[in-house]
């Protein structure tokens, strides 16, 4: 069901966001005229996840920019795939748009053995709004405060350790696979059905290692309840720059996170999908929806559309081979 939006309401800081909009040809592109009518932002999950809320705060700021009302419509299934394969199927009008994640635009394509869609020639890349880190974390009965520490006991047990995740082909599962492949570590995968089971289990002792959305922990960290080693993107996340990065504890190559992004269907006429991706932008480089995205334990971005194109090019390759050498398929 839509939700209308009617009253106000990779990975770069906010202040790159900011610049990006400052490129030369912008202002022009910025002029194209959209069609009348309301806009339907696509979120192809359910209504109260993290990708949903990023949504509604974006598209409220984006809908008072423009004086258009835009709706967000929840259309969950298949891991984002329905919600996704109907704006690839839509008119390219800019009147239908998709909030896209890491898992509609790789993750699903790849493990599927007839993928549903092409997640660069089905779609018009718009713009990306923000990333999330995702963060490794210990049972308190694990005799490890650091990655290295980590490391060293999973190299002298390799039978012993298995680490939990919100299940098959989540990012957080991307995750520990290429912590394994990384650290040439062993650990076999225990997924779950969504992160609260995961983190319970976690907290109980069943579990001794969980990669989790830094967003969904956010609360369970602040409380001590777990032991966090450190998040998994390049950077320290802002929202706790006391946790260490897994590339600074000696894996300098690792880097993964989840994000949110927006796509048009396929054909979108430039100037139209330009002037698009410019509100976005703009709306993202907004000081208090960058506040609101970073209480959400996000990093704002607000690339290019052909930025973000590149990036969805560049994270198959990245992501492909880890997917086939977990045997990671689509249920």
């Not at 190299?155 to 990384?182: C, I, R």
């Amino acid at each position: 069901m839509a939700s209308k939006i009617t009253r106000r309401t990779f990975c770069r800081s906010a202040a790159v966001a900011a610049s990006s909009m400052m490129i030369p040809g912008t202002h022009a592109w910025a002029q194209a005229e959209l069609p009348k009518g309301p806009i339907t932002l696509v979120v192809p999950f359910a209504a109260g996840g993290a990708t949903d809320i990023v949504s509604r705060h974006v598209a409220k700021k984006v809908s008072d920019q423009l004086g258009q009302t835009i709706l967000i419509e929840n259309v969950g299934g298949a891991g984002g795939v329905v919600g996704a394969t109907r704006v690839a199927r839509a008119k390219p009008d800019g009147l239908t748009l998709l909030m896209g994640t890491i898992s509609t635009h790789t993750i699903n394509p790849l493990m599927a053995k007839v993928p549903p869609y092409d997640p660069v020639k089905d779609f018009t890349a718009i713009s990306m709004l923000v990333t999330v880190p995702n963060v490794l974390m210990v049972s308190k009965q694990v005799q490890a405060t650091t990655v290295k520490e980590l490391i060293a006991l999973l190299k002298a047990d390799p039978t012993k350790y298995s680490y939990g995740s919100s299940g098959v082909g989540t990012p957080p599962n991307l995750s520990g696979e290429l912590f394994k492949v990384q650290a040439g570590v062993k650990m076999e995968h225990v997924p779950y059905r969504g992160g609260a089971p995961a983190m319970n289990d976690l907290m109980g002792g069943q579990i001794p290692v969980l990669f989790d959305v830094l967003s969904g922990a956010a609360p369970f960290i602040k409380a001590g309840s777990i032991r966090t080693l450190a998040v998994t993107t390049k950077k320290r996340s802002p929202s706790f720059p006391d946790i260490p990065t897994i590339a600074e504890s000696g894996l300098p190559d690792y880097e993964t996170y989840t994000w949110n992004a927006v796509f048009g269907p396929p054909g979108m006429a430039p100037a139209l999908a330009e002037r698009l991706s410019s509100e976005f932008r703009k709306a993202v480089a907004d000081p208090d929806v960058a506040k609101q995205l970073r209480e959400l334990s996000g990093d704002p971005v607000g690339s290019t559309g052909a930025e973000l194109e590149a990036q969805v090019k560049a994270e198959a390759v990245k992501w492909g081979p880890i997917i086939q050498a977990a045997g990671l398929k689509s249920e």
